[in-house]
Each structure stands twice: as structure tokens, then as C-alpha cells.
């Protein structure tokens, strides 16, 4: 969306995985993530559950695997998210926390250690291809195939597969 990235992240992965619903159940619940852009969806989810929370205990362990092959400076993805009001609380704590561009996996905790993300900087393809997680929801955030080739392949689609516990689902905004 072009007009609110944030509304989009809210329709398409956390309402088209039912992930509101699915957590008021889970013990454990595991979020997959191909592309981290500018942590829009992982603030979403993050809000989704301060929101929850509100009204009663958190009781899921949330992990939230997203992996980047090419991290946005910090400054830029804190600009970014001015232009979303709605999560200026949980965008300070994920600039806080983001790690350094190191490749390989870095975990950061939050909401007291509920939600874990886990940032792996470094190619899909290779990550997914030796992962060993089963995720229970899967946000294929890569753009689309012509702008982003690598992230809708066969092998990759294989692998996050896999990687799919058998009731899981996908969301994706793109149709090609």
C-alpha cells in the first residue's frame, strides 16, 4: 500500500494468518518472515499483542523469524515509521534493540522476553535451506517475483514448506 503500509501489514499477514485468533490458544506460536524491510509487520504483531495483553496475560511464546538480505540503515527505517503514530512505542524499542549488520542470526527479546524476534541477516535461500524450525505462520514479504526473484523460487518455496508445521499458513500481498 502505498498509502499505509502499516493498515496493509494489519490486513494481510497478521488478519490473512488469523494470527489474533491463533494466539489466544497457543502455548508457542512461531512467525516466519522472508524480508524484515522496516519491521512493519514485526511492530504490528508487537502492538497486536501490547493490545492483547491489555486485557489479559500474555500466555503464547511468540518467536518471530524474519530474514534480511539487505538491512535499510537505521535512521532510514526510523524515519519511515514516523509516518505511523500508532506504533512510536514499539518503534523505539525495535530501533533500540536492532543489531548491528552482522550476517548470520541475532535474537532480540521483548515484552519481558514473550515475543523473541530472531533477525537473520544473510540470503533466504541459504538460511531456509539448512533451517531446522517448524513455524506455525509464514509472512512472504519479499515484493514481487520480477522485483524480487530470489525470495520465489521453487527450492525456497520448498523449504519454507518444510519448514510449515501442517496446519500453517501463508499470507502474501502478491498475486503474480
Known sequence: STDNGLDESQHVFIDGNRIAD???????????????????????????????????????QIDYISIEAR???????????????????QSKKLIAALPPYWPGLHRCNFLGGKLRLHLIYGDANDTLANANFIADAWFLDGFTPAKNPELWNRDLLLAIGRLTRASGTFATFTAA
Open 22 to 60: 491463533r494466539l489466544r490458544n497457543a502455548a508457542h506460536f512461531t512467525i516466519a518472515e522472508t524480508g524484515f524491510g522496516t519491521g512493519l509487520n514485526f511492530l504490528a504483531v508487537m502492538k497486536l499483542l501490547e493490545d492483547m495483553t491489555a486485557t489479559q496475560p500474555m500466555l503464547c
Open 71 to 89: 538491512p535499510l540503515p537505521f535512521d532510514m527505517i526510523a524515519k519511515i515509521h514516523q509516518a505511523f503514530p500508532a506504533i512510536k512505542k
